[in-house]
């Protein structure tokens, strides 16, 4: 007799229900996968935006009375230059890194307000509505809606300050120490004027400055992308040589005042946060000068300001215009001394000079020895635009590169001992 048949149907029941709860688990992993993955991504820009904020607002941490103020605009622009939520140039819509952003702290890291105080810096935002698609399926498929919402929100945060670096990025000038001087100031006086003279290829006498090519070489092309910033890590020790004819320097110079070529870009080429101009025509103080923070001496052009007052209110170097034939008058006292440019940056609230603005005007420049080696560095703020590579300008002296209230910064690897000070994150 043949054995008797077993049902199948049972079988088959069960084969169909284990297969059903298997594609549940596979569709519950994939959207695990799917939408924490994107959660996670989303959440890395919005640390990669938060940590460009963060840094950049800590490199205006100078303990200016005006440093609060620039560190929340470079913040913003360096931060909202990242692309978040699936690089979405707007953030999806969800809004952006806001004054709202930002808290700063003192060197006991107690919140506060003063931006003489100000020693660290804090930026932080959350970037809500993110949809979350397989998962919200999921809980419709199992009718339970609240198990996984429609959305969720990440959050990130950074904390910068100013540390001392090993490493710098210095302009391509320097002065060789003249004999009997010392540090901090090696013979100058803060607010003290000083000229860079366009000719001068050997770098002058001790106690003189000149253009240095701080690559060690000796190419004149150099000399201009040391002045773009393509060209960094400078170190105590390493030995500068002078250039030949510096190719372009005057154009690299200029965009940190705000003045371009035709088809220049100034989303590249970032102004400072001010293009006004200092020369002994419209600033008429006796040595020491002063035009950073100082007070015009009659005889001064009627727009004149010190430099931390323009730069509050991003002043071009056609101070509340655009023009720079009219800029050059007020500067140079003819409107034809930059007759090779032709585009100013915007000033004001909402210009480029705010926008796009970052601290560019004061900046490093080594001292050397006698033998061409960098032995420390100074502070300087560059007074005014070059209408040509040969041009003479000037700078102001603003003290040691390390002092602790220095305006100076550099982009400059941290954990130096002596070395200026640069943004760091330490949290």
């Not at 870009?265 to 200092?278: H, L, M, W």
């Not at 015009?296 to 034939?325: E, L, M, W």
């Amino acid at each position: 007799m043949k054995p008797a048949e077993r049902p199948r149907r049972n079988q088959e029941g069960a084969v169909l229900l284990t297969a059903a709860l298997s594609m549940l688990f596979l569709i519950g992993f994939m959207g695990l996968a799917l939408d924490f993955g994107r959660l996670f991504l989303i959440r890395t820009e919005l640390q990669t935006a938060t940590d460009s904020c963060a840094l950049s607002a800590a490199q205006e941490l100078d303990q200016q009375p005006n440093s609060i103020t620039r560190a929340i605009s470079a913040g913003m622009s360096a931060g909202n230059a990242n692309a978040v939520n699936l690089q979405s140039v707007d953030w999806a819509g969800q809004g952006q890194l806001d004054p709202g952003s930002f808290t700063f702290y003192d060197s006991s890291y107690v919140a506060t307000t003063d931006p003489l105080q100000a020693t660290y810096v804090e930026c932080s935002h959350t970037q809500g509505n993110i949809p979350i698609r397989v998962l919200n399926a999921m809980g419709a498929f199992i009718r339970d809606a609240s198990a996984f919402p429609a959305t969720r929100t990440v959050a990130a945060q950074a904390v910068a300050t100013r540390v001392s670096a090993q490493t710098t990025c210095p302009l391509p000038i320097a002065v060789k120490r003249a004999a009997g001087t010392s540090p901090p100031l090696y013979g100058f006086q803060v607010g003290q004027w000083v000229i860079i003279y366009g000719d001068d290829i050997a770098g002058g006498a001790p106690g003189a400055f000149g253009w240095y090519n701080i690559d060690e070489s000796q190419n004149a092309r150099s000399t201009r992308d040391q002045l773009l910033g393509l060209t960094c890590e400078t170190r105590v020790g390493a030995r500068l040589r002078t250039p030949g004819a510096k190719t372009g320097v005057h154009e690299a110079w200029n965009y940190r005042f705000g003045i371009y070529r035709n088809n220049d870009d100034p989303t590249v080429n970032r102004p400072d946060f001010s293009g006004y101009a200092y020369t002994p025509l419209n600033w008429t103080n006796p040595v020491p000068q002063n035009a950073f923070d100082g007070t015009p001496a009659a005889g001064s052009h009627p727009t004149a300001a010190n430099f931390v007052t323009k730069r509050s209110q991003y002043r071009s170097y056609d101070d509340t215009g655009t023009s720079i034939q009219n800029g050059s008058e007020i500067v140079f006292g003819r409107r034809n001394a930059l007759n090779s440019f032709h585009d100013l940056a915007t000033p004001g609230i909402g210009g480029q000079h705010q926008q796009l603005g970052a601290s560019r005007r004061v900046a490093l420049t080594p001292v050397i020895d006698e033998n061409n080696i960098v032995i420390d560095y100074l502070c300087v703020f560059m007074l005014h635009p070059m209408s040509g590579p040969h041009d003479d300008v000037r700078v102001e002296i603003r003290g040691n590169a390390r002092a602790a209230g220095s305006p100076c910064t550099t982009s400059g690897l941290p954990g130096g001992t002596a070395g200026p000070l640069v943004p760091a994150l330490v949290r």
